[in-house]
């Protein structure tokens, strides 16, 4: 088996690290990731300017893998698309992230769009990410990720379909166990500070606290908080399924044209005259 790795703390966070020895007992582990943190940077891709890509190696010189000047799913995109192309891998594990991709948080997430980006291009994938802003113990994440790994390996993923993986920051004794969750409403409590550059002038720096506020038992950020492994079925079809019935009763208001193929205009006689060009 071949794994991919990738996050989108940077090619140096320990996250990335840890799950490149856990994920080893699996098969050959390839790494391509962003040379810098690109946390918050969502699906953003780079088209306007180019991309480089640098032998990422350990201390003693030994090859790691590849680190690129891009983001998360320009990583995955290089990986699947140009750099192991002719060999390509059998997974993508993305993480493990430095902090919870819970609720709304996935929308943003740089970690859970590589994972997407691999599920679009084919790939069964994974996000994985801790709920720790100031991680200490990688080990029970780098346990999980493994675990769910091996059985996407085994058993594949519905079409479209990535796992979104959260691992509560505890002690391996205080986890309860592993809920399957959908995606909730929780994120963060966003506040933008305001201070004064040197030359006077304002700037903004967005800031703030990730806030639970789901209570439903079956939600994603209420399970970790509760000291539950999160695992949420992520699609990117973004259709807001509930929705469309609804919607179809706006049709006529919206468009009061008829279609074209009803209003082909029927064929007249030459001799007939349409009123009213005499
Ligand atoms: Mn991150």
Known sequence: MRLLVTNDDGVSSPGLAALRSALAPLG???????????????????????????????????????????????????????????????????????????GTSIIYSGTVSAATEARILGC??????????????????????????????????????????????????????????????????????????PRREPYYWLAGAFRVTDVEEDTDAWALEQGWISITPVSYDLTAKDALAGLEAWRSELWSGTSPQASVPKRRSPKSPRPGTM
Request: some cysteine; proline content about 7%.
């Open 28 to 102: 050959e582990v390839l790494l391509v990731a962003p040379d810098a943190e690109r946390s918050a940077i969502g699906h953003a891709i780079t088209t306007s300017t180019p991309l480089r890509v640098s032998e990422y190696l350990d201390p003693q010189g030994g090859f790691i893998g590849y680190s690129v000047n891009g983001t998360p799913a320009d990583c995955v995109k290089l990986a699947l698309g140009s750099i192991h192309r002719s060999n390509p891998p059998d997974i993508v594990v993305s993480g493990i992230n430095r902090g919870q991709n819970t």
């Open 124 to 197: 069964p994938s994974i996000a994985v990410s801790l709920g720790s802003a100031q991680p200490k113990d990688w080990s029970v994440a780098a346990e999980v990720a493994c675990s769910v790994a091996r059985l996407v390996l085994a058993r594949g993923l519905p079409e479209r379909v990535l796992l979104n993986v959260n691992v509560p920051a505890r002690p391996r004794e205080e986890i309860l166990g592993v809920r399957i969750t959908r995606q909730g409403q929780s994120g963060f409590e966003e506040v933008f500070h305001i201070r004064a550059d």
